[in-house]
DNA sequence: CGGATGTTTGATGCGCGTCAAGGTAAGTGG
DNA sequence: CCACTTACCTTGACGCGCATCAAACATCCG
């Protein structure tokens, strides 16, 4: 089991500075840890959590479900997100939060992080601003879904998925291990597995990506950016070194 | 020129209580009125806003723009919504506002709103919870651009807007005024706006609204409601009177 | 009255879904 | 250790949903 909320501090501290004092309340906060298999679902539509979700390693999606089966992936977190930190504001879960590979977790209860703000404000400020990160995530990709075509909206996925990992430094060189089925895949694209795998080769024989053995490596970042019109201004990562 | 707040104070009442002192501090915040024309834009993508916007009057719309010129909208807004309030929790805006009707806005200082997070806690929660609302707005869009056929896209879309303009008062029975060309409903639904007109068309075939010189008619929301899958819970309305 | 803006209709074609089947790799039990 | 299963990837055939192009209408406005 997985105890290490490094990714959290990684991730908030590519967005604002992170003094030792706010990194030491982070690290000895009352967590509370787990880990679920892949397709196992952490939180339900439909529930009141007391408790956020803070993923430190695997792949979570939020799904929003359809009446005739069918899903849609909302979502898709990396380690060092916190999944449903929006819980505390909204009471009633508007959709499930899964595990899309295997996962470790870790809980903090909400009346813990409302404290933050008025011990910590600047800290519980950050973790709001985690929350404008995750909306203007989902703008991007409603703009995907909306108007980009499948291969591009395929290719801009592993940009931003490629700069999220690096943030808490899960990846090495050109590539990252990517644990998603095709198949999850196409619910995140909103497309169908079968055009998934169409629009992948596309990508593989334009040479611009390679993906074996759950492992995505970008053969020409420029090249995928300029195609995917990939702009991370979106992800408000602090600028320092590159 | 509107100066009335009150779209505000009735899309926050119906999230949670809200005390006569915390009316009041609304109603006599340092607010800077300004009106737009349709297609103006009020807030610029890469701009570094020191205000947020709150609509008034009117429809607004968050948009993204593609290099080709065109364009998807991410959030579609009605009064009492503020537009960006995320603004002062990300310091470079991702994308545009822009007036998709004649509107009215007030804008406050991030100065301002930050204070009341001292002064006024209880109230500054509530404005990020509206922020995360929007981000349960956008998750749904994102389910429907997904998954949704055009037409129950359409339908739903719909359904959205007459409950978010019934909490501010704007409908009448079972319709309200829509100021938006089916245009600018096709850079919402991500389609085409002949494809538009035709599902609008199937809309009214089948007898479930009806729209006419701006005013969309709901004759039966409940097939109506069904046939979207419409469930507004997303919209973190308080239960009562119903 | 013309010109602009928005709506409606028709014809044609492509992007992507669906259905179906085969291929591969890993895991499981006898 | 090998047959069997299960999960996932890949390929092909076919059809539908929606885009695109083009043009006719309608409405408003100066």
Same mark, same amino acid.
């Given at each position: 089991?997985?105890?290490?909320?490094?990714?959290?501090?990684?991730?908030?501290?590519?967005?604002?500075?992170?003094? %030792? %004092?706010?990194? !030491?309340?982070?690290? *000895?906060?009352? #967590? /509370?840890?787990?880990?679920?298999?892949?397709?196992?679902?952490?939180?339900?539509?439909?529930?009141?959590?007391?408790?956020?979700?803070?993923?430190?390693?695997? &792949?979570?999606?939020?799904?929003?479900?359809?009446?005739?089966?069918?899903?849609?992936?909302?979502?898709? =977190?990396?380690?060092?997100?916190?999944? %449903?930190? =929006? *819980?505390?504001?909204?009471? $009633?879960?508007?959709?499930? $939060?899964?595990?899309?590979?295997?996962?470790?977790?870790?809980?903090?209860?909400?009346?813990?992080?409302?404290?933050?703000?008025?011990? =910590?404000?600047?800290?519980?400020?950050?973790?709001?601003?985690?929350?404008?990160?995750?909306?203007?995530?989902?703008?991007? #990709?409603?703009?995907?879904?909306?108007?980009? *075509?499948?291969?591009?909206?395929?290719?801009?996925?592993?940009?931003?998925?490629?700069?999220?990992?690096?943030?808490?430094?899960?990846?090495?060189?050109? !590539? &990252?291990?990517?644990?998603?089925?095709?198949?999850?895949?196409?619910?995140?694209?909103?497309? !169908? $597995? $079968?055009?998934?795998? /169409?629009?992948?080769?596309?990508?593989?024989?334009? %040479?611009?990506?390679?993906?074996?053995?759950?492992?995505?490596?970008?053969?020409? #970042?420029?090249?995928?950016?300029?195609?995917?019109?990939?702009?991370?201004?979106?992800? *408000?990562?602090?600028?320092?070194?590159?």
């Amino acid at each position: 089991m997985i105890t290490d909320i490094r990714p959290l501090i990684l991730a908030l501290a590519a967005r604002d500075v992170l003094s %030792d %004092d706010e990194r !030491s309340i982070l690290i *000895s906060a009352p #967590w /509370r840890f787990r880990g679920y298999d892949a397709e196992e679902e952490i939180i339900q539509e439909g529930s009141e959590p007391k408790e956020s979700c803070l993923l430190l390693a695997g &792949f979570a999606g939020r799904t929003i479900m359809f009446k005739d089966g069918r899903r849609q992936i909302t979502a898709l =977190h990396v380690p060092g997100d916190f999944v %449903d930190l =929006h *819980s505390q504001l909204l009471k $009633v879960m508007d959709h499930n $939060v899964v595990a899309l590979s295997p996962v470790s977790v870790a809980f903090v209860s909400h009346d813990f992080l409302q404290g933050l703000s008025e011990t =910590h404000p600047h800290l519980s400020r950050l973790l709001m601003t985690t929350i404008a990160i995750d909306g203007a995530i989902q703008r991007n #990709w409603i703009a995907g879904l909306g108007r980009r *075509s499948a291969d591009a909206q395929l290719a801009h996925l592993i940009c931003e998925v490629f700069v999220r990992l690096r943030i808490v430094g899960l990846t090495k060189d050109m !590539s &990252f291990k990517f644990l998603i089925t095709q198949l999850i895949l196409a619910d995140v694209l909103g497309l !169908s $597995v $079968v055009h998934v795998n /169409r629009m992948l080769q596309a990508l593989r024989a334009s %040479d611009l990506i390679e993906w074996v053995k759950q492992t995505v490596t970008i053969k020409d #970042w420029d090249r995928l950016a300029r195609f995917a019109e990939f702009d991370p201004t979106y992800l *408000s990562i602090q600028q320092r070194e590159r």
